[in-house]
DNA sequence: ACCTACCTGGCC
DNA sequence: GGCCAGGTAGGT
């Protein structure tokens, strides 16, 4: 679910109230979350660790321990990571998700904060690693779509696929952090088809490519991350980047800009809308 | 380029 | 009941 500007969203609410502490105690309620190495390695290995950075790569929360190892999360498609302190988890329901609801596992921190995963289709993940390892599918990851990409790269990239180029986009190994909802807003906000083979976009439709990449997800950001359904930021709350959308998820309604009626097409096994007069 | 799997839940 | 959903890995 989360995208590039969602994880950003999280990470950044999470840097003042946790970086510099450490987790005290660990709970995990889905062992599955851990596998294979279980809980209580984890716990061993995290816990009094003191949190020196968290940093964002793509969709990966990757958490600086003070000993060089690392925390990285993936929320994959519904996974939330909830910000609390232990008195309003004992309270209960201070936040829009009570503490009561089916957590996969919750990090006590020394300070009094806790910080809970949530995620309602279990696609998430988190590992721990040791100082310079990888975390599986790492060095296949591509530069990050907002701080790892010159526009000239970016360009020279795009010409040496010929696959069509919103799947391009969503394909973590060409550019990390877009998923769907960022892929068709962009392709929208540059006027170009999704259907296109990324080596046969024309220089200014590449330039047009980059700059909306970089529109879209600034402004999702700022509007803290889209939420179309379990979509929530370390405090709980809503995003409203949705408010933003121009096609996603509209197929069959009037595009914004001309009135046309939107195209609901697949590509590539995802539901995928464009404007098949403002597109090209 | 297309499956399938991994899960749960909302909507028609 | 069937289809859809913000993601990704694995197979053909």
């Not at 990571?81 to 309270?91: C, D, E, I, N």
């Not at 990090?107 to 279990?122: N, P, T, Y």
């Not at 970016?154 to 919103?166: C, E, G, M, P, Y």
Request: aromatic content about 8%.
């Amino acid at each position: 679910m989360p995208e590039l500007p969602e994880v950003e969203t999280i990470r950044r609410d999470l840097v003042g109230p946790l970086v510099g502490h450490s987790v005290s105690h660990l709970e995990v309620r889905d062992p599955r979350l851990v596998a294979p190495r279980g809980a209580a390695l984890l716990e061993r290995s995290l816990c009094g660790q003191k949190w020196q950075a968290i940093e964002r790569k793509g969709k990966y929360l990757d958490v600086l321990l003070a000993d060089g190892s690392h925390l990285i999360f993936h929320l994959r498609m519904t996974g939330q990571l909830v910000l609390r302190s232990w008195k309003a988890a004992q309270q209960g329901g201070i936040l829009e998700k009570p503490l009561g609801s089916p957590y996969r596992m919750l990090l006590q921190f020394d300070h009094g904060f806790s910080l809970a995963f949530f995620d309602q289709r279990r696609f998430g993940e988190v590992f721990y690693l040791r100082p310079g390892r990888p975390w599986p599918g790492e060095k296949a990851l591509g530069p990050d779509a907002l701080n790892g990409l010159s526009r000239e790269d970016f360009i020279a990239r795009l010409k040496s696929k010929t696959t069509r180029v919103k799947p391009l986009l969503m394909d973590q190994h060409f550019l990390a952090g877009i998923g769907n909802i960022y892929a068709q807003e962009a392709l929208f906000r540059a006027g170009i088809r999704p259907t296109r083979r990324a080596h046969r976009l024309t220089r200014s439709e590449a330039d047009r490519l980059y700059d909306a990449l970089h529109v879209t997800l600034l402004g999702a950001i700022k509007h803290r991350g889209s939420t179309s359904r379990n979509y929530r930021d370390a405090l709980g709350h809503r995003g409203s980047a949705q408010d933003l959308h121009a096609v996603y998820r509209k197929g069959g309604q009037p595009c914004l800009r001309c009135g046309t009626t939107l195209r609901a097409i697949r590509l590539g096994g995802r539901g995928t809308v464009y404007c098949p007069v403002c597109q090209h």
